[in-house]
């Protein structure tokens, strides 16, 4: 994460850069840099152990300084229109952050009280917006950056998900076919059954989109509970 800035445009409240500093920690950043002043109240406690953060902020004096040595800008808003176009929804920033790891990223966030001025806005060639109720659409700063962070930071876990073999329609009928088997062999009468426990177990699995490792796990179950009841087991390789 060493190559994304959360780049924060004179910032009102230093409650606000304390909560994006405990966040930045959580999910693992640290470049933290600030347009402007540093807000003076008394709330940097709400850091929290992210103290290391707020003492290694860079500052700037313009937004077009803090993005001097950033290969893609990337702005924050709450409006949108037809001269404020929207380029990416959070998960589209996580996407397009991954897709190319060797680049510097801006991830800029204006005021809390008026966001970004157009000549701010222009120099961030990408816009992001966050969808929420229309009626209330402002998020508070630090609720921003958390949505955008945490998006970026579990695309590695989505990806890691996707890599896992999962269980094809066969795996399903073999499974299926060895746990009715041995639930009849330690006794389960399907003579006395007017529920369909094949169409339950398949419905069941596909919900819960079964791995390979999954299925495999299942068939040692049941292959314990056949040992359990009938003193041998069936196999289930």
């Keep these: 994460m060493d190559n994304i800035h959360i780049i924060l445009v004179e910032p009102v409240y230093a409650g606000n850069v304390a909560s994006i500093a405990r966040i930045m920690n959580n999910f693992e950043f640290s470049k933290l840099r600030i347009v402007g002043e540093m807000p ?9 152990h992210s103290e290391h953060i707020l003492d290694n902020v860079q500052h700037f004096d313009s937004l077009e300084n803090a993005l001097s040595d950033i290969d893609r800008a990337i702005a924050f808003s709450r409006r949108k229109g037809k001269l404020k176009k929207v380029d990416l929804i959070p998960s589209g920033v996580a996407e397009y952050i991954h897709t190319a790891k060797d680049l510097s990223y801006g991830l ?15 120099l961030c060639p990408l816009r992001c917006y966050i969808k929420a109720n229309p009626s209330f659409p402002s998020l508070n700063l ?9 998006e970026i930071y579990g695309y590695n876990q989505k990806q ?30 399907k003579s006395k059954e007017n529920y369909n426990w094949g169409q339950f177990f398949e419905n069941l699995f596909s919900r819960a989109n079964l791995t390979s490792d999954m299925a495999y796990r299942i068939k040692q179950l049941f292959n314990r509970i056949n040992v359990a009841v009938k003193g041998k087991g069936k196999g289930y390789h």
């Design 160 to 189: 890691n998900a996707e890599s896992y073999k999962y269980s094809k329609k066969t795996e399903f009928s073999s499974l299926i076919d060895y746990i009715m088997n041995t639930l009849e062999n330690v006794g389960f009468d």
């Design 142 to 150: 630090s609720q921003a950056v958390a949505v955008i962070l945490y």
């Design 108 to 122: 800029v966030f204006g005021r809390e009280t008026y966001g970004l001025t157009d000549e701010e806005a222009s």
């Design 40 to 48: 003076t109240d008394s709330h940097f406690y709400m850091a929290v």
